[in-house]
């Protein structure tokens, strides 16, 4: 029987740390391990625990920012981070936060449900962005232009190809649209996600949007 991932929790507020507790103690192959209320206990959950997933609040008191984050972000290098933001948190500080290359955002609006199923998709490798969330940010925060990883912009091709990617088109129609083979498909994309330092293709996709490299749009009501 395969192992259920482990999971930890950074969450300032008392009260919902225990409803998060309660609704993810349900998730189906996670096993809950700890929970902080403050920045200082996080470190040494982090290394007694080594959870598989952190749901990390983005007000936990006492969350580094600047040096002291990027630092975080090497500590949590192999953690599945789940971030969960208030809706009121400043575009700034979800930029900054994205540097920790999270798995999934949630916000304080999102149902217990919602983000139990969250947690179990987090759970089994993939990532989960909100659309209208991140387009909020990337709206108010315009473009930014620190990136991790290798660094630099996406050139107009990778940008091209990232947007057809993002409105939902296939690697082949990709290929034919930009008139070039489905093996350097693949290779763009990996270069876009290095560029990126993002975990997948999903991720690669959320932060071009946060970034405003790309304007997703939603497919046409048929």
């Not at 482990?6 to 998730?27: D, F, H, N, Y």
């Not at 982090?46 to 959870?51: E, G, I, S, Y």
């Not at 409105?167 to 350097?184: D, F, H, N």
Request: aromatic share 4%; charged share 20%.
């Amino acid at each position: 029987m395969e192992e259920p991932l482990t999971l930890a929790v950074a969450i300032g507020s008392a009260v919902t740390r225990e409803a998060v507790r309660e609704a993810l103690q349900k998730a189906r192959g996670v096993r809950w391990v700890g929970e902080v209320s403050d920045w200082r206990q996080l470190p040494p959950l982090l290394k007694n625990t080594r959870p598989g997933v952190l749901l990390l609040s983005s007000y936990l008191p006492g969350l580094p920012t600047g040096p002291g984050l990027a630092s975080f972000a090497r500590e949590v290098a192999q953690v599945r981070v789940v971030i969960f933001f208030r809706p009121d948190t400043p575009p700034e500080r979800v930029m900054e936060l994205l540097a920790l290359r999270p798995r999934a955002v949630v916000t304080t609006e999102t149902s217990l449900a919602d983000l139990l199923e969250v947690v179990e998709l987090v759970a089994r490798g993939l990532c989960v962005y909100p659309y209208t969330y991140m387009q909020r940010v990337a709206s108010v925060h315009g473009p930014s232009p620190a990136l991790p990883a290798e660094g630099g912009n996406l050139s107009p091709r990778e940008q091209a190809l990232l947007q057809l990617l993002a409105e939902g088109v296939s690697e082949k129609e990709i290929a034919i649209r930009l008139g070039i083979g489905q093996r350097t498909v693949h290779t763009y994309l990996e270069r876009i996600r290095r560029k990126l330092g993002a975990v997948n293709r999903v991720h690669a996709v959320a932060l071009a949007t946060a970034l405003q490299f790309i304007t997703p749009r939603r497919p046409a009501a048929a």
